[in-house]
Protein backbone atom coordinates (compact mmCIF):
# COMPACT_ATOMS: atom_id res chain seq x y z
CA UNK A 1 0.00 0.00 0.00
CA UNK A 2 1.20 3.79 -0.08
CA UNK A 3 2.56 5.00 2.79
CA UNK A 4 0.34 8.12 2.79
CA UNK A 5 1.79 8.35 6.91
CA UNK A 6 4.64 10.02 5.13
CA UNK A 7 2.44 13.35 4.12
CA UNK A 8 0.99 14.21 1.40
CA UNK A 9 3.73 17.62 0.89
CA UNK A 10 6.68 14.66 1.42
CA UNK A 11 5.14 12.81 -1.54
CA UNK A 12 4.28 15.61 -3.69
CA UNK A 13 7.33 16.99 -3.73
CA UNK A 14 9.04 13.29 -4.61
CA UNK A 15 6.84 13.53 -7.50
CA UNK A 16 9.62 16.03 -9.07
CA UNK A 17 12.56 16.31 -7.20
CA UNK A 18 14.76 13.28 -5.62
CA UNK A 19 13.95 12.90 -2.44
CA UNK A 20 17.03 11.71 -0.43
CA UNK A 21 20.40 13.64 0.51
CA UNK A 22 21.95 11.11 2.61
CA UNK A 23 24.19 9.63 0.11
CA UNK A 24 27.84 7.97 0.80
CA UNK A 25 30.70 8.63 -0.93
CA UNK A 26 30.32 5.56 -2.78
CA UNK A 27 26.40 6.46 -3.44
CA UNK A 28 27.31 9.52 -4.84
CA UNK A 29 29.46 8.36 -6.94
CA UNK A 30 27.11 5.88 -8.41
CA UNK A 31 24.43 8.27 -8.57
CA UNK A 32 26.52 10.44 -10.46
CA UNK A 33 27.55 7.37 -12.88
CA UNK A 34 23.87 7.29 -13.13
CA UNK A 35 22.71 10.11 -14.26
CA UNK A 36 25.44 10.31 -17.04
CA UNK A 37 24.38 6.76 -18.29
CA UNK A 38 20.63 8.74 -18.29
CA UNK A 39 22.34 11.01 -21.00
CA UNK A 40 24.00 8.59 -22.65
CA UNK A 41 21.54 5.94 -22.98
CA UNK A 42 18.43 8.38 -24.97
CA UNK A 43 19.91 9.01 -28.10
CA UNK A 44 21.41 5.37 -28.41
CA UNK A 45 17.57 4.14 -27.85
CA UNK A 46 16.34 6.52 -30.11
CA UNK A 47 18.23 5.45 -32.81
CA UNK A 48 18.01 1.49 -31.65
CA UNK A 49 13.88 2.19 -31.98
CA UNK A 50 14.33 4.03 -35.15
CA UNK A 51 15.67 1.08 -36.70
CA UNK A 52 13.71 -1.47 -34.78
CA UNK A 53 10.25 0.32 -36.24
CA UNK A 54 11.56 0.46 -39.36
CA UNK A 55 11.99 -2.71 -40.04
CA UNK A 56 8.56 -3.58 -38.39
CA UNK A 57 7.02 -1.15 -41.03
CA UNK A 58 8.63 -3.03 -44.13
CA UNK A 59 6.49 -5.67 -43.07
CA UNK A 60 2.84 -3.59 -42.81
CA UNK A 61 0.04 -4.78 -44.96
CA UNK A 62 -0.20 -1.50 -47.17
CA UNK A 63 -0.20 2.07 -46.55
CA UNK A 64 -1.81 4.77 -44.21
CA UNK A 65 -4.88 6.80 -45.65
CA UNK A 66 -4.48 10.27 -45.50
CA UNK A 67 -6.94 12.22 -43.27
CA UNK A 68 -6.60 15.17 -40.56
CA UNK A 69 -7.35 14.26 -36.77
CA UNK A 70 -10.16 15.48 -35.01
CA UNK A 71 -8.91 18.58 -32.46
CA UNK A 72 -9.84 16.29 -29.37
CA UNK A 73 -7.20 13.30 -30.81
CA UNK A 74 -4.60 16.34 -31.74
CA UNK A 75 -5.14 17.53 -27.79
CA UNK A 76 -4.98 13.98 -26.36
CA UNK A 77 -1.76 13.12 -28.75
CA UNK A 78 -0.16 16.46 -27.04
CA UNK A 79 -1.47 15.18 -23.57
CA UNK A 80 -0.10 11.49 -23.98
CA UNK A 81 3.56 12.82 -25.45
CA UNK A 82 3.54 15.24 -21.88
CA UNK A 83 2.80 12.47 -19.69
CA UNK A 84 5.09 9.94 -21.46
CA UNK A 85 7.97 12.48 -21.08
CA UNK A 86 7.00 13.66 -17.88
CA UNK A 87 7.13 9.92 -16.60
CA UNK A 88 10.23 9.41 -17.96
CA UNK A 89 12.16 12.52 -16.58
CA UNK A 90 10.42 11.13 -13.31
CA UNK A 91 12.27 7.66 -13.78
CA UNK A 92 15.81 9.33 -14.76
CA UNK A 93 15.96 11.97 -12.33
CA UNK A 94 13.27 11.64 -9.42
CA UNK A 95 13.44 8.26 -8.98
CA UNK A 96 16.27 7.06 -5.70
CA UNK A 97 19.34 6.61 -6.84
CA UNK A 98 20.78 2.93 -4.70
CA UNK A 99 22.29 2.54 -1.70
CA UNK A 100 24.96 0.23 -0.33
CA UNK A 101 22.85 -1.47 2.00
CA UNK A 102 20.94 -3.03 -1.33
CA UNK A 103 23.95 -4.81 -2.41
CA UNK A 104 21.89 -6.35 -5.27
CA UNK A 105 19.96 -2.96 -6.71
CA UNK A 106 23.53 -0.91 -6.09
CA UNK A 107 25.57 -3.49 -7.86
CA UNK A 108 23.46 -4.19 -11.02
CA UNK A 109 23.42 -0.41 -11.92
CA UNK A 110 27.15 0.01 -11.85
CA UNK A 111 27.72 -0.77 -15.72
CA UNK A 112 24.70 0.52 -17.74
CA UNK A 113 22.86 2.41 -14.34
CA UNK A 114 18.60 2.21 -14.89
CA UNK A 115 19.02 0.52 -18.60
CA UNK A 116 18.98 -2.79 -17.21
CA UNK A 117 15.49 -2.58 -15.97
CA UNK A 118 12.51 -3.27 -18.42
CA UNK A 119 10.66 0.09 -17.25
CA UNK A 120 13.20 1.72 -18.26
CA UNK A 121 13.56 0.89 -21.61
CA UNK A 122 9.67 0.83 -22.03
CA UNK A 123 9.24 4.23 -20.24
CA UNK A 124 11.91 5.55 -23.04
CA UNK A 125 10.17 3.83 -26.13
CA UNK A 126 6.96 4.75 -24.91
CA UNK A 127 8.07 8.42 -24.90
CA UNK A 128 9.61 8.08 -28.12
CA UNK A 129 6.14 7.10 -29.50
CA UNK A 130 3.94 9.52 -28.01
CA UNK A 131 5.96 11.77 -29.60
CA UNK A 132 6.34 10.55 -32.72
CA UNK A 133 2.29 10.07 -32.44
CA UNK A 134 2.25 13.82 -31.94
CA UNK A 135 4.24 14.84 -34.92
CA UNK A 136 2.47 13.22 -37.18
CA UNK A 137 -1.31 13.51 -35.87
CA UNK A 138 -0.32 17.38 -35.74
CA UNK A 139 1.60 17.04 -39.09
CA UNK A 140 4.52 17.98 -37.97
CA UNK A 141 6.55 14.90 -38.95
CA UNK A 142 3.16 13.43 -41.27
CA UNK A 143 6.37 10.45 -42.63
CA UNK A 144 6.46 9.17 -38.87
CA UNK A 145 2.51 7.74 -39.06
CA UNK A 146 3.70 4.60 -40.86
CA UNK A 147 6.50 3.76 -38.25
CA UNK A 148 3.78 4.72 -35.27
CA UNK A 149 1.03 2.72 -36.63
CA UNK A 150 3.01 -0.24 -37.46
CA UNK A 151 4.71 -0.60 -33.88
CA UNK A 152 1.55 0.58 -31.93
CA UNK A 153 0.36 -2.78 -30.64
CA UNK A 154 4.26 -3.71 -30.02
CA UNK A 155 4.29 -0.37 -27.77
CA UNK A 156 0.81 -0.90 -26.17
CA UNK A 157 1.81 -4.94 -25.30
CA UNK A 158 4.90 -3.52 -23.89
CA UNK A 159 3.43 -0.85 -21.99
CA UNK A 160 0.57 -3.38 -20.46
CA UNK A 161 3.02 -5.79 -19.99
CA UNK A 162 5.03 -3.74 -17.70
CA UNK A 163 2.13 -2.35 -15.74
CA UNK A 164 0.09 -5.91 -15.06
CA UNK A 165 4.37 -7.85 -14.19
CA UNK A 166 4.94 -5.12 -12.40
CA UNK A 167 1.96 -5.06 -9.64
CA UNK A 168 1.71 -8.93 -10.12
CA UNK A 169 5.57 -9.98 -9.56
CA UNK A 170 7.37 -7.39 -8.19
CA UNK A 171 5.11 -5.78 -6.10
CA UNK A 172 4.25 -8.63 -3.44
CA UNK A 173 7.92 -9.98 -3.56
CA UNK A 174 9.46 -9.90 -0.47
CA UNK A 175 12.84 -8.24 -1.56
CA UNK A 176 11.20 -5.26 -2.77
CA UNK A 177 8.79 -4.58 0.11
CA UNK A 178 12.20 -4.80 2.45
CA UNK A 179 13.43 -1.96 0.09
CA UNK A 180 9.55 -0.04 0.59
CA UNK A 181 10.28 -0.65 4.10
CA UNK A 182 14.39 0.36 3.97
CA UNK A 183 13.47 4.19 2.35
CA UNK A 184 9.98 4.92 4.55
CA UNK A 185 12.72 4.68 7.73
CA UNK A 186 14.55 7.34 5.82
CA UNK A 187 11.12 9.38 4.98
CA UNK A 188 11.00 8.57 1.43
CA UNK A 189 7.89 7.69 -0.24
CA UNK A 190 9.42 5.18 -2.50
CA UNK A 191 6.71 3.01 -2.47
CA UNK A 192 4.52 5.82 -3.85
CA UNK A 193 6.97 7.24 -6.58
CA UNK A 194 7.90 3.46 -7.56
CA UNK A 195 3.91 2.42 -8.24
CA UNK A 196 2.98 5.78 -9.73
CA UNK A 197 6.03 5.52 -12.02
CA UNK A 198 4.25 1.85 -13.32
CA UNK A 199 0.40 3.11 -13.26
CA UNK A 200 1.34 5.32 -16.89
CA UNK A 201 1.77 2.21 -19.08
CA UNK A 202 -1.29 0.66 -19.54
CA UNK A 203 -3.73 3.85 -20.08
CA UNK A 204 -1.14 5.15 -22.46
CA UNK A 205 -1.01 2.38 -24.29
CA UNK A 206 -4.60 2.16 -24.42
CA UNK A 207 -5.11 5.71 -25.20
CA UNK A 208 -2.39 5.51 -28.03
CA UNK A 209 -4.63 2.65 -29.66
CA UNK A 210 -8.04 3.76 -29.20
CA UNK A 211 -7.79 7.32 -29.49
CA UNK A 212 -4.81 8.63 -31.19
CA UNK A 213 -4.52 5.95 -34.13
CA UNK A 214 -7.25 6.46 -36.68
CA UNK A 215 -8.89 2.63 -36.68
CA UNK A 216 -8.64 2.77 -40.58
CA UNK A 217 -4.81 3.83 -41.04
CA UNK A 218 -3.84 1.23 -37.62
CA UNK A 219 -5.62 -1.49 -39.94
CA UNK A 220 -4.03 -0.83 -43.14
CA UNK A 221 -0.67 -0.34 -41.86
CA UNK A 222 -0.29 -2.97 -39.42
CA UNK A 223 1.77 -5.84 -39.98
CA UNK A 224 0.26 -9.36 -39.80
CA UNK A 225 -0.01 -10.66 -36.34
CA UNK A 226 2.77 -13.39 -36.60
CA UNK A 227 5.05 -10.77 -37.61
CA UNK A 228 3.81 -8.85 -34.55
CA UNK A 229 4.73 -11.94 -32.42
CA UNK A 230 7.60 -12.36 -34.19
CA UNK A 231 9.18 -8.75 -33.29
CA UNK A 232 7.92 -8.60 -30.12
CA UNK A 233 9.68 -11.95 -28.85
CA UNK A 234 12.71 -10.81 -30.47
CA UNK A 235 12.82 -7.93 -27.99
CA UNK A 236 11.99 -10.18 -25.10
CA UNK A 237 14.64 -12.10 -25.66
CA UNK A 238 17.30 -9.50 -26.69
CA UNK A 239 16.26 -7.97 -23.35
CA UNK A 240 17.20 -11.06 -21.60
CA UNK A 241 19.80 -11.43 -23.14
CA UNK A 242 21.31 -8.07 -22.08
CA UNK A 243 19.92 -9.04 -18.31
CA UNK A 244 22.76 -11.95 -18.48
CA UNK A 245 25.23 -9.97 -20.25
CA UNK A 246 25.00 -7.52 -17.01
CA UNK A 247 24.53 -10.04 -14.44
CA UNK A 248 28.15 -11.11 -16.23
CA UNK A 249 29.73 -8.06 -15.71
CA UNK A 250 28.13 -7.02 -12.17
CA UNK A 251 26.68 -10.44 -10.89
CA UNK A 252 23.61 -8.97 -10.14
CA UNK A 253 19.85 -9.07 -11.37
CA UNK A 254 17.57 -6.29 -11.67
CA UNK A 255 14.91 -8.05 -10.47
CA UNK A 256 14.97 -10.28 -7.24
CA UNK A 257 13.06 -12.83 -8.35
CA UNK A 258 15.59 -13.73 -11.43
CA UNK A 259 18.62 -14.52 -8.58
CA UNK A 260 16.45 -17.57 -7.83
CA UNK A 261 16.45 -18.66 -11.22
CA UNK A 262 19.90 -19.52 -10.85
CA UNK A 263 23.48 -17.90 -12.35
CA UNK A 264 23.49 -19.89 -15.44
CA UNK A 265 21.66 -20.98 -18.71
CA UNK A 266 19.14 -23.81 -16.87
CA UNK A 267 15.71 -25.16 -17.38
CA UNK A 268 14.28 -22.72 -14.89
CA UNK A 269 15.76 -19.71 -16.98
CA UNK A 270 14.58 -21.69 -20.12
CA UNK A 271 10.85 -21.84 -19.12
CA UNK A 272 11.25 -17.92 -17.55
CA UNK A 273 12.15 -16.98 -20.93
CA UNK A 274 9.07 -18.84 -22.60
CA UNK A 275 6.43 -18.11 -20.37
CA UNK A 276 7.53 -14.02 -20.44
CA UNK A 277 7.42 -14.19 -24.28
CA UNK A 278 4.13 -15.81 -24.09
CA UNK A 279 2.57 -13.36 -21.59
CA UNK A 280 4.33 -10.00 -23.25
CA UNK A 281 2.66 -11.58 -26.32
CA UNK A 282 -0.62 -12.41 -24.66
CA UNK A 283 -0.71 -8.49 -24.30
CA UNK A 284 0.11 -7.63 -27.84
CA UNK A 285 -3.23 -10.12 -28.11
CA UNK A 286 -5.45 -7.58 -26.20
CA UNK A 287 -3.58 -4.92 -28.13
CA UNK A 288 -4.60 -6.19 -31.11
CA UNK A 289 -8.08 -7.43 -30.86
CA UNK A 290 -9.00 -3.67 -29.36
CA UNK A 291 -7.54 -2.44 -32.61
CA UNK A 292 -10.53 -4.61 -34.28
CA UNK A 293 -13.20 -4.57 -31.79
CA UNK A 294 -12.60 -1.70 -28.88
CA UNK A 295 -14.18 1.66 -28.94
CA UNK A 296 -12.73 4.04 -31.74
CA UNK A 297 -12.46 7.85 -32.08
CA UNK A 298 -11.88 8.43 -35.39
Not at 160 to 180: E, H, R, S, Y
Not at 191 to 215: E, M, N, Q, Y
Request: aromatic residues 14%; positive net charge; contains cysteine.
Amino acid sequence: RFHMSLGWKSQLRAFFIQPYNGHTPKERALAHRIYKLEILGMPIITAFWLVFATAVSYFTAGTPPAGAAPPAVRHASAASAILAAFTLYQHMYVATTPLETNAEIFGVMQKVGRWVFLTRQVLSIQAIHACLTWAEVTEVLPSARILTHSTAMIVGGLGLFVWIQFFTLVWPDQGFKDTCNGWKKKKVPFTFVTAWLHIPCGPLALLDVLVLKSRGALLAVSPPLPVLVGFLSLYALLFLAGVHANHYLTGCYPYPMMARLGHSLNRKWLAFAAVQAGVVNAFLLVMWLAARWGPAMW
